[in-house]
């Protein structure tokens, strides 16, 4: 009997993860709307996506331990606790910024994907994963910047930008399998 509890615990974390994927899923089918994706769409993909890579240049100077060091060596308290929670501010910022420009992306990937020359349940997945892993990093990320503070969190910065890599690259590889003519023309 115990042994059935003991691999039944080990699925809950498998259903928990498969329910919220299935929640996801049908709450980006709701929100998706029959109507023709335009031709600057798909070019706002592309800079959408270029603003997503830019940002990773943006999070190393973020957590660069540099600049506590230089703030460590001044004798100073107050400027101390002032920096550690600008940064902890422009931390945060960063990190939302980064999941929406995300975000953004999967609802414009959601809307083209119906205009690639092959559609794949591969890759399919494989964005879904990689985005429901960077959604869960970048979570427990911001959870930790409120709890540790920013330079207490390399590694799982880290994994965040990891898991924004993965999806940035199987959404590159979805941008470049659409039809653009099968676009609909610029609304003017």
């Known amino acids: 009997m115990s042994e059935i509890l003991a691999s039944m615990s080990k699925l809950v974390p498998l259903l928990i993860l498969a329910l919220v994927a299935l929640t996801l899923l049908l709450h980006w089918r709701s929100r998706r709307r029959d109507r023709a994706v335009t031709i600057e769409e798909f070019s706002g993909a592309q800079e959408a996506l270029g603003s997503v890579l830019f940002g990773f240049a943006a999070e190393k100077r973020i957590f660069d331990p540099h600049d506590l060091a230089f703030v460590l060596r001044q004798s100073r308290p107050e400027i101390l606790r002032q920096f550690l929670q600008d940064r902890k501010a422009l931390a945060v910022s960063w990190l939302c910024r980064t999941r929406k420009q995300v975000v953004h992306l999967m609802d414009l990937h959601l809307k083209l994907a119906s205009y690639t020359y092959e559609p794949g349940p591969t890759l399919e997945l494989r964005l879904t994963l990689d985005y429901l892993s960077f959604s869960v990093v970048c979570h427990l990320l911001l959870i930790l910047f409120w709890l540790r503070g920013p330079f207490h969190t390399r590694k799982m910065v880290g994994y965040t930008m990891g ?16 039809n653009p003519a099968r676009l609909a023309p610029s609304p003017n």
């Open 163 to 178: 898991a924004a890599e993965r999806f940035c690259v199987a959404f590159a590889r979805r941008h470049e399998s659409i």
